[in-house]
């Protein structure tokens, strides 16, 4: 089984993000954060991108053919 198969573990870095209260950051603090989550999203999108190329390679090279 690859490891893409397998289900995603719940409570990942980005949950863990999402419940961190931020009272105690300051302004400069929460600004750095800003642009490494930013930074982050960009990195996904891109990958989110080439695994969609990667899908649509692979059904055009294995959908029947019309007519076959």
Request: aromatic share 2%; no cysteine.
């Amino acid at each position: 089984m690859e490891e893409d198969d397998l289900p995603r573990r719940r409570g990942d870095a980005a949950d863990q993000l999402a419940g961190e209260l931020l009272d105690s950051y300051s302004q400069d603090e929460l600004m750095a954060r800003i642009q490494l989550l930013e930074a982050e999203i960009a990195r996904v999108r891109a990958q989110h991108a080439k695994a969609a190329d990667h899908r649509k390679l692979a059904d055009s090279l294995f959908k029947p053919k019309a007519g076959g």
